[in-house]
Each structure stands twice: as C-alpha cells, then as structure tokens.
C-alpha cells in the first residue's frame, strides 16, 4: 500500500495537461486495532507509513465523535483546486489538481 501512495504522489498522473496532477492519500484507522490504550499499534503504523510516503497523514478513531473528527482534519472547503475522494473502509485521497481548468 506504501509503495502505491507514494507513487501516486509523486508520479504525474495526467502529463498531458499543465502542472503536476497527483493523490496525496489519507486513513483512518477505526477500532482498537489501530489504538491500544491511546498508543498507537502496529496496524496504525502500517497506515501511517503508507500516508506519510503518499504525502498525506493517517489518523486513529474508536468512535463516532472520533472518526467524524477525523475526516474533518482533512476534509472541507480548503484548496478550490483539491478534490476529496473518501472510502469508508478503506480510507481516503485527495486529488490535487494544480491547474486552472476545473
């Protein structure tokens, strides 16, 4: 999954149009399986890597207030040219498109 994040980050994805177009990836870890006690476990640090080298952030949550902040830390109005693509599940990426044309 690391090795895809970072190649979507840093692989022009659409050449043939000006600017870099790219995926920076975002997830969420939901359950106790990716936060022991506050600690971050093994699980999480397999999606945290995986973040860091697509060039976004992975988060943790064990409930509904939790992972509704969660998706808000990164999700909203920000950049007119950033677009959020959110997978329940299996987390989420944004696409940022560095050009003018909408």
Do not use: W
């Not at 600017?19 to 990716?34: A, E, H, L, T, W």
């Amino acid at each position: 999954m690391g090795a895809l994040a970072q190649y979507m980050y840093n692989v022009d994805l659409r050449p043939d149009i000006g600017k870099v177009q790219n995926v920076s990836s975002y997830f969420i870890g939901f359950g106790v399986d990716f936060a022991s006690g506050g600690a971050p476990t093994a699980a999480f640090n397999y999606l945290s890597a995986a973040a860091t080298r697509g060039g976004g952030a992975a988060y943790t949550a064990t409930n509904l207030t939790e992972l509704t902040g969660a998706f808000k830390q990164h999700s909203g109005p920000g950049d007119q040219d950033q677009h959020d693509i959110l997978g329940a599940g299996c987390g989420g990426q944004r696409f940022q498109s560095h050009t003018d044309a909408q």
